[in-house]
């Protein structure tokens, strides 16, 4: 099957003789993978990238216009009459147009679930773009006839006049530094003495943006910065111990890119970030700036959206989604911690981010940086083959120095709550000396299994192949994995005994014990279970940041680019799990991982101390790690990668299989295998590896199975790949079974 077949606009299409009729060819957010064709209504303009909104079936769909023909495949006694178009311009523009195909046929996914993942939620329900208004004060007609030094018996008021008078209006920025309450405000408002008026913001303009000096650079810094070139597109990679300054790094080339009054978009990890982020940036320029990310309201996102369209938004941050933005004059992307899981979408259209944003940077001509301390492999090897620009930190900003690290061997000692009696005096130590710690544990709840002492009897999720978590406070068991619970038991369903252990540690235990020992201290657990309401993360890392003595105890979501200056002891609980994955990336995920939450450590002027508990201290991986740094170990990683024939050497697909029976889900991969070999037989260049069942068998009461593809170029996974969406467009799946593609995929789970 043809590309242009699968899009349904096929070459051999006969034009229609009468000429009477426009196509348009519209993406709806519909799993198919194709454009649908309608009869746009006479007279009505249809431009390209505005909204329409599409009888289809007993449905009415907002879909994207992205053709406009005379002619179709489909008679036109078959075709449906549109209704007008929701846009009087292109609500998405070319640029967007083109990251959205590339997005569909790179990553196979049909191309109205990809416009359906890139438009805010109001505007995929038919909404106008709101933009916010600037809104200000000021004097009537009736305030513009008092004189100089009027309503002298009303100090405030008096004050709110005199500063009308001299600058003509005011907003709610210039009444909260003047102090003016909002009571008075009323008060004369009330008199008909004021107007609040509203106005559009104006789009950026060119000239410094900044509203803060700049920091004082060391030469590795300038020479980062020296080698940016703004006028067209290169990837930088920087990689930059942790600490270094790469922040002040990105602020700079942000500040010569809104000088030429064009916009940047920097992309982070979490939500979290957000706010910590946001205020720094807020402190250093005065040009608006927006955040994108799902913990906004519709309308919120909506807003932030249109600023950027237009140009009223100078900085756009963000996390993954936010590189479907449109941005009115693009002068740079920035990727920090680009080698975060969290950049890659692991369900519906799954896209990384960051490689969608190096393919944006191309097209629009414009630099690209990649930040971070722990790359990725796929980047250092870019990096390496000179395909990216690679500047390098090697030393702190500032007075800060390198944390000094120890690994304590803890085979056969005694652990209290996962803790060695050593780190337990070292954190009695720090808090002493009125510094803070910080205690890392990647695994939340209270313990990861529940184990019935007389029959070994497990709690087991009924719905996944994995064990139940015990969350001792909320008296349940919960699965990690789809969020199923239950009560906590109190005896063996097997043999009813009440003697049910817990074992092994998760953070709320750890929280437990450290409350024991450390009663006079503040206990700041942060994890998946602590965070999600909305603003609790911010809220927490409020606490933090009033500088107390407290301990800090979480998972991996504080290891993601948080600046802590009063932390001088990090805790790692356990530094083993990456060794002995079953996952080819699990070694450089350990390696991240322990180097990015020791980097939490002596940020500031005092000097910081790390302690890995671990029960294999003399790993090679681990010494390499720990004694020649984080770049050494992970060009150790790409020469095994390559010998294993892994990314980045080779390129991999998995086609994942779901189903209520396993066996039908094997069944449905092994005769495609077999299809697929008819058409691109295997080969040491394109290679088959399965079905098989996946790590985690069964998940949500489906039994998953994979077909893997590994290829040595791109070309040749694309082509596998088109064959793969023609199977699956021609097999018609029953409902019980349910398919889905991950092109590079990051989780093999």
């Known amino acids: 099957m043809s590309r242009s077949l699968l899009k349904g606009t096929p070459n051999n299409a006969m034009p229609d003789p009468s ?68 846009d009087d311009d292109s609500l998405v523009p070319e640029e967007i147009r083109q990251l959205l195909s590339f997005c569909s046929s790179y990553y196979q996914c049909p191309i109205g679930e990809a416009y359906s993942t890139a438009l805010p939620k109001l505007l995929r329900q038919g909404e106008a773009v709101s933009l916010p208004k600037h809104e200000y004060l000021q004097l009537s007609q009736e305030g513009l006839g008092l004189p100089v030094g009027g309503l002298s018996k009303a100090r405030k008021q008096a004050a709110l006049l005199s500063a009308l008078q001299e600058q003509g209006k005011l907003d709610k920025t210039d009444l909260k530094r003047l102090c003016i309450s909002n009571s008075v405000v009323k008060a004369m408002l009330d008199k ?69 009054g064009r916009q940047a978009l920097v992309l982070i990890p979490e939500i979290g970030l957000t706010p910590q982020t946001l205020g720094r940036f807020q402190n250093r320029f005065k040009c608006p700036i927006v955040a994108i990310h799902s913990g906004l309201n519709d309308k919120e996102r909506l807003q932030a959206w249109g600023m950027a369209k237009t140009g009223q938004a100078g900085i756009i941050i963000g996390t993954r989604s936010a590189i479907f933005t449109p941005l009115y004059r693009p002068g740079i992307i920035i990727i920090d911690e680009e080698h975060d899981l969290s950049f890659k979408q692991q369900d519906g259209v799954r896209y990384s981010g960051r490689d969608l944003a190096i393919f944006r940077a191309k097209k629009a001509n414009i630099p690209i940086m990649l930040g971070t301390a722990t790359p990725s492999l796929e980047s250092l090897h870019n990096a390496i083959q000179g395909r990216y620009e690679h500047l390098r930190l090697t030393r702190r900003a500032g007075a800060a120095k390198p944390p000094a690290i120890s690994v304590e061997d803890i085979k056969q000692k005694t652990l209290i709550g996962g803790l060695s ?77 009440r003697e049910l252990i817990s074992q092994g540690y998760g953070t709320q235990r750890s929280e437990e014990t450290l409350q024991e020992h450390f009663p006079d201290t ?52 356990d530094a083993d799990g990456g060794l002995f994955s079953g996952d080819f990336r699990g070694p450089e995920r350990m390696g991240q991982l322990i180097t990015q939450v020791a980097g939490r450590a002596g940020r500031a002027e005092k000097p910081g101390k790390v302690i890995i508990q671990s029960h294999n201290k003399d790993h090679p991986l681990l010494e390499t790690l720990l004694h020649k740094g984080y770049h ?37 991969l092994q005769n495609m295998r077999q299809w697929l070999e008819q058409y ?68 093999m789970m």
Request: neutral net charge; glycine residues 6%.
């Open 680 to 747: 691109a037989p295997p080969t040491p260049e394109q290679i088959y590896l399965g079905p098989f069942a996946a790590p985690m068998e069964k998940r949500k009461q489906m039994y998953r199975y994979q077909l893997q593809f590994n290829c040595e170029s791109r070309r040749h996974m694309q082509q596998i790949l088109n064959l793969v969406g023609q199977y699956l467009d021609q097999s018609k799946l029953p409902n019980h079974i349910r398919c889905s593609l991950d092109v590079d995929p990051l989780d």
């Open 19 to 86: 000429h009477q009729h426009r196509i348009i060819r519209v993406a709806l957010p519909v799993p198919l993978r194709k454009l649908f064709d309608y009869i746009g209504e006479a007279g009505q303009d249809y431009p390209i990238g505005a909204r329409v909104k599409v009888p289809f079936g007993p449905r009415q769909l907002i879909g994207v216009v992205i053709e406009q023909s005379h002619q179709s495949e489909q008679t036109l006694a078959k075709l449906k009459n549109a209704g007008p178009a929701l």
């Open 522 to 573: 503040q206990i700041i657990r942060i994890d998946r279970d602590s965070t999600r309401k909305k603003q609790a993360m911010h809220e927490l890392l409020q606490e933090v940041d009033q500088g107390q003595p407290c301990i800090l105890l979480g998972t991996q979501m504080l290891a993601k680019g948080h600046h802590f200056p009063n932390v001088t002891l990090v805790v790692i609980v």
């Open 192 to 260: 008909g003495l004021l107007n609040w008026q509203s106005e559009q913001l104006p789009t950026i303009a060119a000239g410094d943006q900044q509203k803060q000096a700049p920091l004082s650079l060391n030469e590795e810094q300038e020479a980062a910065l020296e080698q940016l070139r703004y006028q067209q597109f290169a990837c930088y990679l920087l990689e930059g111990t942790t600490g270094s300054g790469k922040t002040e790094v990105y602020l700079q080339a942000i500040a010569e890119v809104l000088r030429e």
């Open 421 to 497: 009696q050593n780190s337990l005096d070292s954190i009695a130590n720090t808090l002493a000396a009125g510094n803070q710690v910080l205690v890392f544990l990647n695994r939340r709840g209270f313990a990861p299994s529940l184990i019935c002492h007389n029959c070994g009897w497990v709690a087991e999720c009924r719905h996944c192949s994995a064990r139940m978590t015990l969350h001792k406070a909320q008296h349940q068991m919960r699965c990690h994995h789809c969020e199923a619970s239950m009560a906590q038991p109190q005896q063996c369903p097997d043999c009813f005994s």
């Open 632 to 668: 050494l170990f992970a060009r150790q990683i790409l020469r095994e990668r390559q010998l294993a024939y892994m990314p980045p050497y080779r390129h991999l697909a998995l086609l994942h299989c779901d189903a209520r029976d396993g066996l039908q889900a094997e069944s449905f």
